[in-house]
C-alpha cells in the first residue's frame, strides 16, 4: 500500500500531458474532416452542375439535328414542290408597304413577306407555314423560321407568335428591327462561300423572356441568289429549374475546330474554369464548333454548398469547439507532483532553475540572507553575506529589526552597513536579510555629485571659451573684411566674400552660444511681414541670380498687416533658410509661402520650398545638434551645418518650432511655425493707393500672375486680361513678363532685377517679389503719363492739333477717322488681318498727308504687327491710335 501510494502523484501527473495530446490530435482530426467535407460538397455540386451542362447541351445538340433535317425537308421538298391552282384560293394583306400578310384558316403559326413577291412565293409561303403548323403544334415556346428567297429576293417570317397584331401595334418597331437584322445576317450568310452553316449567339426576346439562337444554312442556286433558311431554337424549355436563363451564352469552341473530325464526332466534355469571381462551366455542342458555356458567381457555389452540408458542418465545428475548450483547459492546469518522486524531466527543470537562482544571487551587488529560524540554519546566501556572517549575530538582528521597523544599522570592522529585514510570505518563520554598505554608499554619491559639479563646470567653461573666442575673432574678422573690400579688383571682391562669410559664421556661433546658455535676449518691436520680406529678397538676391534659379514671394497676408515680435529674429532665419536651400538646388525656383493659421490669428507659417535634390535624413539631424553630419554642398561652397539648429532655436523662442520634409529628388519643404500677435486694424475708409485704376495683366506664368494681382487688388486695383478686356475698353498700366509684348509704355516683371530699372521710354523692369520696388515703378510710370497728358494737353504742346485745323482737314478728318479706328476694333475681334492691314494702311496715308508724324509711326508699327499677326501688340497699339485720336479731337 506505502508503494501504491508514493506512487499515485507521478502517475496522475502524466494525465494533463496526455490530455492535451489527445485534444490537439482531435483538433488536427477535426480540421483536417472539415476541409474534407467542404471538398467533397464543392466537387459534388459542380458536378452535379457539369451533369446538367452537358445534358443541356445534349438536348440542343438533339434539337439543331432535327431542325437540320426540318431545314433540308423544307428547301427540298416543301418550298420546291409544284401545285396546280393551289393559289387561287390564298389571299394576302397589306400591312405597310413591302410587307404582305398571309391569309389562312390556320392558326397555330402566322406567316409575313417582305418585299415584292410572286403568287409562287405566296403559295410556298403558305406550304411551308402548313408544314410548321404540324411541327409547332404541340409547341407552348415561341419559335420562328425566317426564309430569304433567292428567286425574287423576298423575306418571309413563319412564327408561333401573333404577327398581325405586332406589326400593327405598339411593337411594329421591334418586329422591323428584328427583321432587318435577320435580313443583314443571312445576307452575310449567302456571300460567305466558305460556310454553309452558321450559328448566333444566345438571344433574348424582351416581351415574352424567351432566349433562342438562330441555326442559319445557306442553299446554292445556279444563276440565281443563294436561298437561307434560318430558324430560332428557343431554349426556354431545355433549361432546368435553378439556373437562371441570363447566365448562359453561347462561345465558339475553338478547341473542337481544331479537332473536330469528318468522320467520327467528339466526345461529350465539361471544363470548369474560374474566372476572377465566377464559375464558367462549358459543354461542347458536337458538329456545332460551339460551346455551352454556364456562368455562376462564387457566392452561390458557397450558398448552396453551405446549405447541403450545413448540420453535419455544425457537428463538425462543435466538435472543434470542444476540443479547443479541452485542450485550453488541460494545457494551463498545473501538474500535481510530488517533491520526492517527480519526474526526470521536471527534476531537471528544478536543477536549472536552481541554478539560475544561485547565479542571480551571487551577481546581486548587495548581501543576501535568507535564514531559517526553526532549523537555525541558512538556506540561501552570497559571498558578501558569507563574508559577514561570522560577525552576525541573527537573533539580536531580527529582534531589533522588529522594533524598527525592519531597518538596523551595524558597524562592522570599522565599516557601516545598513540591514533591513523581511518575513517570507510562504515560510513564515523564514526571514530575509539585506545587507547595504553604506560606506560605500556615501562614497559613490559624493563621486557622483563631483562628477555633476566637474560637468558644470565644463559646460561653463565651455560656453565662456566659445564666447571668449567668438569676441576675439569678431574685430580681426571684421577688420580683414574691410580692408579685402577696399582692394576693389576681382580678387579682392572675392577675398572680400570670403571674408564677409567668416565673419557670419562667427556671429552665428555667438549666437548659437547665447541661445544655448539662455543668454539670448530678443526685442519685440511692431513691424510688417511685407516689409520684411522686401528686406530678405534685395540680400538673398545675389546668391540666386549666381546659380540662374527663380524666387517667388507668395505672401498671403492682408496688405498693411502688422505683427508684434522679434523683427531681427524672423529676418534672420529666413534669410539662413533660403540661403541653405540655394546651396541645395542645382535647377529650378526657391518659393517662399507666408500665410495665417486657420486655428489662431496670431500664428504664422512660412513655407519655404525648393526643387533641389533634397537633405538627407542626417542633415535633418543637425536640426537637434549643430554640427552633427556633413551637409551638401555646390560649387560654391557647402551649406552651413548651424543652420538648421540655429533657425530652430530661434523659432522656439518665437514661440513656434521648424519642421522639415525632404523627397529625394523632388527637393525640400522648411514650414516655419511663430506666433506673433496682430495688430488691431481699424477700418477706415481710406482711399487705396490705386483706387480706380485698371491695369492690364499679360503675364504667361500662373503664379507670377496670382502674386501680381493679389499685390495690385491689395492697392485697390483692377486688373484684367487680354482674353477678358472688352475692344474699346481703356485701362491704365500694362505690366507684362514677355518682353516681346512691351510694346508700349508699362512694367516688365522679373524676378532677378534688383529694384526698379528703365529700359526705355514709359518703360521700366522692376522685380514683383518686392512690394515697394513695384509701388515705385508704378508710381513713376503713373506720374510719366500724366506728364505727358499735361503737355499734349497744354497750348504749348498742341502743335499738331493747331496743324490739323490749319490744314482745313479737320473736318474730314473727324468724319473719317474715328470710323477708321472703330473698323479696326472690329476686324480686330474677327481676326480678319487682310481688311485690317488695308484700314491701317489708309489710316497711315491720312497721318502722313496731314503730317502727323507719331499717328504716322503708331499705324507703320501697326502694320508690322499685322504681318506678324501678334494679337496682343495689335490690340495695344489699336488702343493707342484710339487715344492718340482722341487726343487730337
Not at 417 to 432: D, G, H, L
Not at 545 to 568: M, P, S, T, V, W
Amino acid at each position: 500500500m506505502s508503494r501504491s501510494d508514493t506512487m499515485t502523484p507521478g502517475k496522475f501527473s502524466l494525465i494533463p500531458g496526455n490530455l492535451t495530446r489527445f485534444f490537439l490530435l482531435l483538433i488536427i482530426v477535426l480540421l483536417v474532416t472539415l476541409g474534407v467535407m467542404i471538398q467533397s460538397a464543392v466537387n459534388a455540386w459542380l458536378k452535379d452542375k457539369s451533369y446538367q451542362v452537358v445534358d443541356i447541351t445534349h438536348a440542343m445538340h438533339k434539337r439543331i439535328d432535327t431542325w437540320r433535317y426540318a431545314t433540308w425537308q423544307i428547301y427540298d421538298n416543301i418550298a420546291a414542290a409544284t401545285s396546280g391552282n393551289a393559289s387561287d384560293g390564298l389571299q394576302e394583306t397589306r400591312l405597310k408597304q413591302d410587307v404582305y400578310y398571309l391569309e389562312k384558316p390556320r392558326r397555330k403559326t402566322e406567316a409575313l413577306i417582305f418585299g415584292s413577291h410572286d403568287s409562287s412565293t405566296l403559295e410556298m409561303t403558305q406550304r411551308i407555314s402548313t408544314y410548321l403548323d404540324t411541327l409547332w403544334g404541340a409547341e407552348t415556346v415561341p419559335w420562328s423560321m425566317y426564309y430569304l428567297n433567292g428567286q425574287d429576293n423576298s423575306m418571309i417570317l413563319i412564327s408561333t407568335l401573333p404577327l398581325k397584331d405586332l406589326s400593327s401595334g405598339f411593337k411594329e418597331s421591334t418586329i422591323g428591327s428584328i427583321v432587318d437584322s435577320r435580313r443583314a445576317e443571312m445576307l452575310q450568310q449567302a456571300n460567305a462561300l466558305d460556310e454553309r452553316e452558321s450559328f448566333s449567339a444566345l438571344r433574348r426576346l424582351a416581351w415574352q423572356n424567351g432566349y433562342y439562337f438562330t441555326l442559319r444554312t445557306t442553299f446554292n442556286q445556279p444563276g440565281h441568289l443563294a436561298t437561307v433558311v434560318a430558324f430560332d431554337l428557343p431554349i426556354n424549355d431545355l433549361i432546368p429549374p435553378g439556373m437562371p436563363l441570363d447566365s448562359f451564352r453561347l462561345d465558339t469552341d475553338n478547341a473542337q475546330n481544331n479537332l473536330r473530325s469528318t468522320d467520327k464526332e467528339s466526345t461529350d466534355s465539361v471544363t470548369i474554369n474560374f474566372n476572377s469571381s465566377k464559375i464558367e462551366i462549358a459543354s461542347s455542342l458536337n458538329s456545332t464548333g460551339l460551346r455551352l458555356v454556364w456562368q455562376v458567381p462564387f457566392g452561390t457555389l458557397l450558398l448552396e454548398t453551405l446549405q447541403n452540408i450545413l448540420l453535419p458542418l455544425l457537428l463538425n465545428i462543435g466538435l472543434l469547439a470542444l476540443a479547443l475548450f479541452g485542450y485550453i483547459t488541460f494545457r494551463h492546469q498545473p501538474g500535481r507532483q510530488s517533491d520526492g518522486l517527480a519526474p526526470t524531466g521536471n527534476s531537471n527543470e528544478l536543477r536549472v532553475m536552481r541554478a539560475f537562482n544561485e547565479e542571480i544571487v551571487s551577481l546581486l551587488p548587495l548581501g543576501l540572507l535568507v535564514h531559517d529560524q526553526e532549523a537555525n540554519r541558512t538556506v540561501l546566501s552570497n559571498k558578501i553575506a558569507d563574508h559577514l556572517l561570522p560577525h552576525l549575530n541573527l537573533q539580536n538582528i531580527t529582534s531589533m529589526a522588529d522594533q524598527h521597523q525592519g531597518v538596523i544599522q551595524a558597524t562592522i570592522n570599522n565599516e557601516l552597513y545598513e540591514i533591513r529585514q523581511f518575513r517570507s510570505q510562504v515560510a513564515s518563520r523564514t526571514q530575509i536579510f539585506i545587507i547595504r554598505d553604506q560606506d560605500r554608499e556615501v562614497l559613490v554619491n559624493k563621486k557622483l555629485k563631483q562628477a555633476q559639479r566637474l560637468y558644470e563646470k565644463n559646460q561653463q567653461g565651455r560656453a565662456a571659451f566659445m564666447q571668449n573666442i567668438a569676441e576675439a575673432l569678431k574685430q580681426p574678422v571684421k577688420a580683414l573684411a574691410g580692408e579685402a573690400a577696399a582692394l576693389g579688383d576681382k580678387e579682392g571682391n572675392q577675398l572680400a566674400d570670403h571674408a564677409e562669410a567668416l565673419a557670419r559664421l562667427v556671429d552665428e556661433i555667438q549666437l548659437a552660444n547665447m541661445l544655448e546658455n539662455d543668454s539670448w535676449k530678443g526685442q519685440s518691436t511692431l513691424f510688417s511681414i511685407q516689409d520684411l520680406i522686401d528686406e530678405v529678397v534685395p540680400q538673398v538676391l545675389p546668391v540666386i541670380k549666381r546659380k540662374g534659379l527663380q524666387l517667388l514671394i507668395n505672401n498671403h497676408l492682408h496688405a498693411n498687416e502688422e505683427r508684434h515680435g522679434d523683427r531681427d529674429a524672423l529676418l534672420r532665419i529666413l534669410l539662413l533658410l533660403i540661403q541653405y536651400a540655394v546651396t541645395t538646388t542645382q535647377i529650378g525656383k526657391i518659393t517662399l509661402e507666408v500665410s495665417m493659421d486657420e486655428s489662431a490669428e496670431d500664428r504664422l507659417t512660412f513655407r519655404i520650398l525648393d526643387t533641389g535634390n533634397g537633405v538627407s535624413n542626417s542633415e535633418i539631424d543637425n536640426l537637434h545638434f549643430p554640427f552633427l553630419n556633413a551637409t551638401q554642398g555646390d560649387q560654391y561652397g557647402k551649406a552651413n551645418a548651424l543652420t538648421f539648429w540655429l533657425c530652430d532655436q530661434l523659432a522656439r523662442k518665437l514661440g513656434g518650432h521648424l519642421n522639415i520634409k525632404a523627397r529625394e529628388e523632388l527637393g525640400t519643404r522648411y514650414s516655419l511655425h511663430v506666433k506673433m500677435a496682430v495688430r488691431a486694424q481699424h477700418e477706415e475708409a481710406e482711399e487705396k493707393l490705386l483706387d480706380d485704376v485698371v491695369a492690364m495683366i499679360d503675364i504667361t506664368s500662373s503664379e507670377i500672375r496670382n502674386i501680381v494681382v493679389r499685390q495690385l487688388e491689395n492697392w485697390g486695383a483692377s486688373c484684367i486680361s487680354p482674353d477678358e478686356r472688352l475692344l474699346s475698353q481703356e485701362y491704365d498700366l500694362f505690366l507684362t513678363d514677355n518682353p516681346s509684348n512691351l510694346t508700349s509704355s508699362g512694367l516688365l516683371l522679373s524676378d532677378d532685377e534688383a529694384g526698379v530699372r528703365k529700359i526705355g521710354p514709359g518703360q521700366l523692369r522692376v522685380n514683383f517679389n518686392m512690394s515697394n520696388a513695384m509701388q515705385e515703378a508704378i508710381l513713376q510710370l503713373i506720374e510719366e503719363q500724366l506728364a505727358q497728358e499735361d503737355v499734349m494737353e497744354s497750348p504749348l504742346g498742341g502743335d499738331e492739333n493747331a496743324e490739323l485745323h490749319a490744314s482745313g482737314y479737320y473736318a474730314l478728318f473727324v468724319d473719317t477717322v474715328p470710323d477708321d479706328v472703330k473698323r479696326l476694333y472690329t476686324e480686330s475681334a474677327t481676326s480678319d488681318f487682310a481688311a485690317l492691314a488695308q484700314t491701317a494702311h489708309r489710316l497711315k496715308g491720312v497721318f502722313a498727308m496731314l503730317n502727323l508724324v507719331p499717328g504716322k509711326q503708331l499705324c507703320e508699327t501697326l502694320e508690322h504687327l499685322i504681318r506678324e499677326k501678334d494679337v496682343p501688340g495689335i490690340e495695344n497699339y489699336i488702343s493707342d491710335i484710339d487715344a492718340y485720336v482722341k487726343s487730337l479731337l
